[in-house]
């Protein structure tokens, strides 16, 4: 069950695909307060991130060959709880949803030695040329595996997103 904050708990969060780890937290990895830096944070999110725009197709081959790729346009990090050093971490991640163009996606890392979740990464990322840099909407074969990714790591509770940032419906007109 979700917090009253709307926060999912451990056991949800681990239901999803884990995509990083399990990480030990290594004492280079503690800041000057005693718990891991917000740095170590961001890496393992980031990571995870990527690792399911890889299972999407989206690699260095995607970006070589179709001369396409995603940038993130928006990211949003939060913390619910400290790590340290000693601790054992992973990062699940979600597809929250899409556009024809934008994929917003989260990465939840938790501390497995504390069954709790530590941290969120919210991201939206755009798709684009990379010739001209300008946002270009997807390929058939690029949605079908968004499509696919959405749906592997749908759930029963809602993504704690920050409602800053994420999928935008242009006004019609």
């Known amino acids: 069950?979700?917090?009253?904050?709307?926060?999912?708990?451990?056991?949800?969060?681990?239901?999803?695909?884990?995509?990083?780890?399990?990480?030990?937290?290594?004492?280079?990895?503690?800041?000057?307060?005693?718990?891991?830096?917000?740095?170590?944070?961001?890496?393992?999110?980031?990571?995870?991130?990527?690792?399911?725009?890889?299972?999407?197709?989206?690699?260095?081959?995607?970006?070589?060959?179709?001369?396409?790729?995603?940038?993130?346009?928006?990211?949003?990090?939060?913390?619910?709880?400290?790590?340290?050093?000693?601790?054992?971490?992973?990062v699940h991640a979600r597809i929250v949803e899409r556009s024809d163009k934008v994929v917003h996606a989260m990465a939840f890392l938790v501390d497995d030695t504390t069954e709790r979740l530590a941290s969120t990464l919210e991201v939206t990322a755009t798709h684009v040329d990379l010739t001209s840099r300008r946002v270009v909407s997807f390929a058939d074969d690029v949605t079908d595996a968004v499509d696919r990714e959405l749906a592997r790591t749908d759930v029963d509770w809602p993504a704690p997103v920050c409602g800053a940032m994420g999928i935008r419906a242009r006004a019609a007109g």
């Open 1 to 90: 069950m979700t917090s009253p904050a709307g926060i999912p708990s451990y056991h949800q969060v681990v239901a999803l695909p884990r995509e990083c780890g399990p990480v030990l937290v290594p004492s280079a990895y503690e800041d000057e307060n005693g718990h891991m830096n917000i740095r170590h944070y961001f890496d393992l999110e980031a990571q995870a991130i990527a690792e399911v725009f890889d299972r999407m197709g989206i690699t260095d081959d995607y970006r070589t060959t179709r001369d396409q790729g995603f940038f993130t346009a928006e990211h949003h990090i939060r913390y619910h709880a400290e790590v340290h050093v000693g601790d054992r971490v992973s």
